[in-house]
């Protein structure tokens, strides 16, 4: 533990000799590549632990031949899916309304599949995550920018 602190006081002092335009163009590139990473998580229809997506379930209406259309095909595209990014700090998040439906199915909640109609339990599809790829991008990201 005496270790991690150390390495964490020493990268707090590196990026403290950033300036904070440049730590806030470091932070804006580190959020837009985990962007793609949660992007290609989600088309790959792959949780951030590696494992696959729970299947749709297979109703009687769409038993005729394989759906054609992958989950969350709309949530991944950056006008929902976006990063924030500032001298501090890097995020990605759902925006606006898109954040109910991303909840829902990120922890499989109950919730209605169309206004006034019957609730469904969705299994739980993690969309966004930290996984050892995050982390690699995070560190490389962050050693590119302090080399320069």
């Known amino acids: 533990m005496d270790d991690l602190q150390r390495v964490d006081d020493w990268l707090a002092a590196l990026l403290?000799?950033?300036?904070?335009?440049?730590?806030?163009?470091?932070?804006?590139?580190?959020?837009?590549?985990?962007?793609?990473?949660?992007?290609?998580?989600?088309?790959?229809?792959?949780?951030p632990d590696g494992t696959t997506f729970e299947p749709r379930r297979v109703t009687a209406?769409?038993?005729?031949?394989?759906?054609?259309?992958?989950?969350?095909?709309?949530?991944?595209?950056?006008?929902?899916?976006?990063?924030?990014?500032t001298a501090n700090s890097a995020s990605v998040q759902f925006d606006g309304k898109v954040q109910r439906i991303a909840r829902v199915h990120h922890y499989g909640l109950r919730d209605r599949v169309r206004r006034n109609g019957p609730e469904a339990r969705y299994p739980a599809r993690r969309l966004l995550g930290v996984n050892d790829e995050v982390e690699t991008i995070t560190r490389d990201t962050l050693l590119r920018w302090l080399s320069e």
């Open 16 to 47: 403290a000799n950033l300036e904070p335009a440049a730590r806030n163009r470091m932070m804006r590139q580190l959020a837009q590549e985990l962007r793609r990473s949660q992007q290609q998580n989600i088309r790959l229809q792959r949780n």
């Open 61 to 85: 209406r769409s038993k005729k031949g394989r759906i054609k259309r992958q989950m969350f095909a709309k949530l991944r595209t950056t006008k929902y899916l976006k990063t924030a990014a």
